[in-house]
């Protein structure tokens, strides 16, 4: 990769941009088209001239797919590999993530990632990478991979109506609804009070999104809903993030204290959701759960448009 396009070299590394280096991101995208806008703004926070690049797909011919259309266009060029090389705990795999500068998990192997990569090595150093600064993106399931919980499939109309369930649940009055609850799986945690819901308005997902806040409102998770080619770029360390691409980023706040019926059969009921609608440029705190104001994402829009 050029210094064109990422506008710095090596040779000109100063003590900020190392500073840069040794932050983590998490570049969810809310799924479509991967525009090259986007894998401009992800190669430019790692502020390297020829990122190592780990791409995970369902398969190594999506992978190699992948690459020829999303990065090959930009000058980048990636590695693949797939769930069952994480489950196998794959020594190539392995090798790659421990030096990788960016990890981008492809939706189709969002679910295989999240149903694999628990208590495998391949984990382990992940969040040992996210202590050190790597950038991790991820578009469709591999962007709601990277919160607490995420559907695995189901409609929004039915996520209000008969709700979710984990595998291991066992509730037979919601074993009864007829259409059951849709299938809910844990994600990988990396941002634990988040939960990120691809396709947002593309596919009306509010009612999935509303669900499953609702749900882990003791854990006092922030929805994050994401339109299609849309990102929201995340300060790891710092628990903010702004927004980029064509759509829009809605933030949902459940109620923190009123009663709520996520666990009783029948339509869900909940009072003071908080809804706020982003666009590009605008972001939110998310430790602070406030948004922020164009001014006060300058500097990571400064980042990741150097």
Known sequence: MSALIFGVGEHILSGALQWRRNR???MPIGGGPVRESLIRVMGNLR????????LIAASRADGQRLCRQ?????GLSGQVCTPDD????????????EAADIVFVDGGAGTGVARTAPGSRFEEVLLYRL??????????KGASLMGRAMFCSGDSLAALRYGGAYPDEV???KERASPPPAPVIEGLGLMPNLIIERHFFDRNRF????????????QQVIGLGLDDSTAAVIDWQDEQFAVFGDGNATVMLGARFAPDTAEEPGTLTTFGLQVDLLGEGYGYDIGRGRPLARGEVANLADIVRS
């Open 24 to 26: 983590t991101y998490l």
């Open 47 to 54: 502020c390297v001239d020829s990122p190592l690049i780990l």
């Open 70 to 74: 999303m990065l090959t266009p930009t």
């Open 86 to 97: 994480i489950a196998c705990d794959d020594p190539s795999t392995l090798a790659t993530i």
């Open 131 to 140: 202590s050190r600064g790597i950038v991790v993106a991820g578009t469709g």
């Open 171 to 173: 509730n037979p009055q």
């Open 207 to 218: 009612g999935r999104l509303a669900y499953l806040i609702t749900r882990h409102r003791e």
